[in-house]
């Protein structure tokens, strides 16, 4: 079997785990694959003292039997775009962690048990977590594990745009905003949280719609996990679609919008997470 390494690019501990990983992995007769950036720089780290195992392009990790990332909650998502329906399984360098379940201390026995589970039955213990997915006429954005944002050009005096926002082919508000932010259960302690939308817990089948800086006040809501919803953008020179933070389309208005649940989720490895000693760290 393949594991997939993606570890936070300029944190030393995420490097020593990943170079300590690396090789008790090769112990398990696993092959090792890490993402180009971790290769580099691996290669060049004082940890670092066996040969720089084989190399790939994140979004080629969905070719590994299980991935770990190692980070924060930005380097998991990073993670999750390449790995596609591919488990992964994150260890946690942040100070919430809200997307890793483990602890670096327990880290390496961790992924060396499931990779042997992995070996032993044929597949790794799982939970799948729904994803979104954004598109339009003619184009398509990579599906987002926390939220799929819409927005004029830019935010506050002066930006913004007319926002109409439908679920399910029903109008809900209809006004001026900063934009729309339409996050997942999993997303919703990060971008929607800081936007004053709701908490909402991971298990909960629901998508949440938050208005960013809605001028008309309406409340945030959460909606069945199968539901459409439709952004229409109009009355901006232009605005823009983002998955995840880090994926974006540039869009002329008027525009119409797409967002509903992708298709392949993504596929949690490891010990669950306890959301409440999470929430904990946000005190």
Not at 51 to 59: G, I, L, Q
Not at 101 to 117: D, F, G, Q, R, Y
Not at 122 to 145: I, N, V
Not at 192 to 202: A, F
């Amino acid at each position: 079997m393949t594991v997939g390494i993606v570890a936070q690019r300029d944190n030393d501990r995420a490097m020593s785990l990943a170079s300590t990983l690396c090789d008790r992995l090769r112990a398990t007769s696993a092959a090792v694959v890490v993402d180009e950036t971790t290769a580099g720089a691996l290669g060049d780290h004082d940890a670092w003292e066996a040969a720089v195992p084989d190399s790939a392009p994140v979004e080629e990790m969905s070719a590994c039997d299980l991935v770990v990332s190692i980070g924060g909650d930005g380097t998991f998502l990073y993670a999750a775009r390449g790995a596609g329906s591919t488990p992964i399984l994150g260890v946690n360098l942040g100070e919430v962690g809200f997307l890793n379940a483990i602890a670096p201390e327990e880290a390496v026995e961790t992924v060396v048990a499931e990779v042997e589970h992995i070996q032993k039955t044929g597949s790794a213990r799982t939970r799948a977590k729904p994803r979104l997915q954004a598109s339009g006429d003619d184009w398509e954005l990579s599906p987002a594990l926390n939220e799929v944002v819409v927005q004029g050009e830019r935010r506050g005096h002066g930006g913004g745009a007319t926002l109409d926002v439908y679920v399910d082919d029903s109008l809900y508000t209809s006004g001026h905003a900063d934009g729309v932010l339409v996050a997942t259960p999993t997303g919703s302690t990060a971008y929607n949280l800081s936007e004053r939308g709701p908490l909402v817990h991971p298990d909960v089948a629901g998508l949440i719609v938050t208005g960013m800086a809605d001028e008309t006040g309406t409340p945030p809501l959460v909606v069945d996990v199968d539901s459409e919803i439709v952004v229409e953008l109009t009355d901006a020179d232009s605005g823009v679609v983002v998955s995840d933070g880090r994926v974006r389309k540039d869009v002329v208005p008027p525009e119409r919008i797409t967002i509903s649940r992708a298709g392949e989720p993504v596929r949690l490895a490891g010990p669950p997470l306890d959301f409440f000693t999470a929430l904990d760290k946000l005190a």
